[in-house]
Nanobody, 118 residues
Framework: QGQPVESGGGLVQAGGSLRLSCAAS????????MGWYRQAPGKQRELVAQ???????ITDSEEGRFTISRDDNNKNTVYLQMNSREPEDAAVYYC????????????WGQGTQVTVSS
């Protein structure tokens, strides 16, 4: 219970855009934060974007190319808009949710692969 569901990964051409979706399994009222992480082959998983009730965060390397937002009608769904993708940006993207009544126990999605063709 609590695991988010991701969608939207796939293949994109260099310079192109892709939008990922993450749907939490519980109401927005019980969500502290939702974030996106990515893990490229041979590298550690890193936080690239996060949204809370009062703030958003984009990692420095993707500033101006990533946007994180909530669905207007389903606030427990967040999107990660990724623009200007390059082949080196290929990675598995994971959604992570922290619920207010389970602080310190993050719930991870299964991951979605993003591949960028040159």
């Amino acid at each position: 219970q609590g695991q988010p569901v991701e969608s939207g990964g796939g293949l994109v051409q260099a310079g192109g855009s892709l939008r990922l979706s993450c749907a939490a399994s519980r109401s927005i009222f019980s969500i502290t934060a939702m974030g996106w992480y990515r893990q490229a082959p041979g590298k550690q998983r890193e936080l690239v974007a996060q949204i809370t009730s009062s703030a958003t965060y984009i990692t420095d390397s993707e500033e101006g190319r990533f946007t994180i937002s909530r669905d207007d009608n389903n606030k427990n769904t967040v999107y990660l808009q990724m623009n200007s993708r390059e082949p080196e940006d290929a990675a598995v993207y994971y959604c992570r949710v922290v619920y207010s009544d389970r602080a310190g126990v993050p719930y991870w999605g299964q991951g979605t692969q993003v591949t960028v063709s040159s």
